[in-house]
């Protein structure tokens, strides 16, 4: 029994003993690894980027473009091509570079550089696109340098003075469209009774679980908005290239034949139809920059500065005095806090009391880009901002790429609503879907039974089907949430419930369309919002605070060492051989998305945007049919 118990507490001091060896390595290693950066950091530092004198603006948006980037762990952004993380890159950081290097003497020209964006919403491509055509208005050159352009890419890419392709790419364009799965067979067939509850002729949203296609009312109402945003892309494309917008339709529906005449060639079909000024090799434009604009000082690429490490280099800091407070409504709208790719009615409703309470904040600006989402934390939302306004601060609604349903919902007493006109709002209307098995586990000879002490006892148990009882309460609560929507935006926009009615039912407008019929006041964009919203409070001078998540001191010390060494670290290959920049270093190892990993993505974010949906009543004010694609 001794030699037994030996031996255990032998094992016993053996484990601890390799325990207390890996912590001990670990935390040496960690101490090693400060040392290492701290040290690395004492050599790399300085202010800011050097501007170079005569330099090209690399404008290069990696990932995806959006309202605001969620902040990215500084291990993962070191790491970026080992994790599976979809890059992202802040449209106002994208807007800040081009209009401060408009009017810096030390900028010559613009290289705008798409391989690595994976994607953008109307709205934000618009904006940007206004921004660059901007520029090159100024008298300074506006470069497309990309290998290949998707539909996305070449609205910006068309604003550039001269577009070169690679021998290898192409230009591929096909229009806007909405194609959505319907599931019904499939349901059927698993034997799950949906139960749909909703208000709205076009609220198509629950049409996938009670359909096999799109209803014709869906079919009216989409192709509405679709073609309107389509004729804005096709002028937007077509006017710096010297073509109408029916010639762009045109050229895409001629595809075959005009791919037959260039003998199969994509890039010279599109020099043909004159979407591009050139077919050249990345060594060939480069050479052409480098002899327009000069070498870099390694003499192996053109003069150049990469976006961000120019922004980092001219960063006007802050100047005090009042404030205009901007808070981003971004995402699907769910209860409880949340990081910056989701409304998360806590986390927004304690910027916006910050801001409420701050006292050199003169107004709120609320940035939407948002499908709805929870019926209760949109009220939440909305009620915050009232408070507000109760407070005498003025709160102007500026819609993004997207301000739909309770997007537009927490938008709708807001004292003026802004619009882009490629922005998607309206769809007001509400539903709810509630799913039951009980012909599902019949299948598998599962059933339930039981006595409850009320009718409504076990009303919600998903194993047995809703009693005409329960139907009738959440149909009632439909509606009552219905009314509730169409007064709201009646007392927000001084419209009758009636004509509220008329234009609500669920349907999706275009920004254009939802200034005409009442919808939003104004169209433009985010700086005419805040300008509207200094005027509202009688400020002249102001600043623009963007109201946002706040980095662990931790993380960003971290952040601060790891800038610090790709500060100076030159970048191997890469399209541009370039030597500078901060976030340069990272994008020149960035790999170009191809159409499937996109759909994947799209696929996941459409998954992940049903499974956040946690309104504790059920009830949403959701756009599931607004993703133009």
């Known amino acids: 029994m001794k030699s037994l118990l030996a031996t255990v507490w032998g094992g016993v001091k053996a484990t601890v003993k390799v325990i207390q060896g890996f912590g001990t390595a670990m935390l040496g290693l960690f101490a090693i690894i400060a040392l290492i950066a701290l040290w690395t950091a004492s050599r790399n530092q300085q202010a800011a980027p050097n501007v170079p004198k005569g330099a090209v603006m690399v404008l290069w948006p990696n990932g995806a473009i959006v309202e605001q980037a969620e902040m990215a762990d500084p291990f993962e952004a070191v790491f970026a091509r080992f994790n599976d993380k979809r890059p992202e890159t802040g449209i106002h950081d994208l807007l800040d570079a081009v209009r401060r290097a408009k009017t810096d003497d030390r900028i010559a020209a613009m290289a705008l550089f798409t391989d690595t964006m994976w994607s953008a919403r109307p709205s934000h491509l618009h904006t940007l696109a206004g921004a660059i055509q901007d520029f090159r208005e100024s008298g300074k050159k506006v470069y497309a340098i990309s290998t290949s352009y998707s539909q996305t890419d070449f609205l910006l890419a068309a604003q550039a003075d001269k577009i070169f392709l690679n021998p290898a790419g192409n230009v591929f364009l096909t229009g806007y469209g909405q194609y959505n799965p319907y599931f019904k067979s499939l349901l059927d067939k698993l034997g799950v009774s949906v139960n749909v509850f909703r208000v709205g002729t076009y ?28 004729r804005l892309y096709g002028d937007a494309v077509g006017a710096p ?101 989701v ?104 059933h339930t039974d039981g006595v409850g002490t009320t009718a409504f006892a076990g009303a919600l148990d ?119 920049g901060l976030i340069g270093t990272l994008d020149a190892t960035a790999i170009p998305p191809s159409a499937t990993l996109k759909s994947l993505y799209d696929l996941q974010a459409d998954a992940e945007q049903i499974l956040r949906l946690n309104d504790p009543h059920g009830r949403y004010f959701l756009c599931l049919e607004c993703a133009v694609r």
């Open 203 to 230: 609220k198509s949203a629950v049409e996938p679980f009670t359909r096999d296609d799109m209803s014709e009312d869906a079919r009216e109402a989409n192709r509405g908005y679709l073609e309107t945003l389509w």
């Open 241 to 341: 290239r010297g073509m109408t917008a029916a010639q762009i339709t045109q050229g895409i529906n001629d595809a075959p034949a005009l791919l037959r005449e260039a003998g199969g060639d994509m890039a010279q079909m599109a020099l043909n139809k004159g979407l591009v000024d050139a077919i050249a090799t990345r060594a060939d434009w480069r050479q052409e920059l480098m002899d327009t604009y000069g070498t870099s000082p390694d003499g192996n690429t053109f003069n150049q500065i990469h976006w961000q490490a120019y922004l980092q280099a001219t960063d006007p800091g802050t100047s005090g005095g009042n404030t205009i407070a901007v808070i981003t409504a971004q995402g699907e709208i769910i209860a409880g806090e949340g990081p910056v790719t």
């Open 343 to 446: 409304t998360a009615a806590e986390t927004l409703i304690r910027y916006i009391r910050e801001a409420r309470t701050a006292e050199d904040v003169s107004a709120i600006v609320l940035r939407v880009d948002s499908p709805g989402g929870s019926g209760f934390a949109s009220e939440l939302i909305r009620q915050e901002l009232a408070t507000a306004q109760a407070d005498g601060i003025p709160v102007v609604a500026s819609f993004g790429p997207l301000a739909a349903s309770g997007g537009y919902w927490i938008s709708a007493t807001a004292d003026e609503i802004w619009s882009a006109p490629s922005t998607i709002t309206g769809s007001i209307g509400i539903f709810a879907i509630v799913p039951t098995f009980e012909n599902t586990l019949d299948k598998v000879g599962i």
């Open 462 to 580: 998903t194993s047995r089907p809703l009693s005409d009882r329960v139907k009738d309460v959440v149909q009632q609560s439909i509606d009552a949430g219905y009314r509730d929507f169409l007064e709201l935006v009646a007392r927000g926009r001084g419209l009758s419930v009636d004509e509220v009615n008329a234009i609500a039912q669920g349907r999706v407008w275009s920004g254009i369309k939802a200034q005409e019929i009442g919808l939003v006041d104004h169209l433009g964009g985010l700086d005419e919002a805040v300008a509207a919203a200094a005027r509202l409070a009688g400020v002249e001078t102001y600043e623009t605070v963007f109201y946002r998540e706040q980095p662990d001191p931790f993380d960003a010390f971290l952040a601060d060492l790891f800038s610090s060494f790709t500060m100076t670290a030159p970048v191997s290959g890469g399209p541009l051989e370039t030597g500078y």
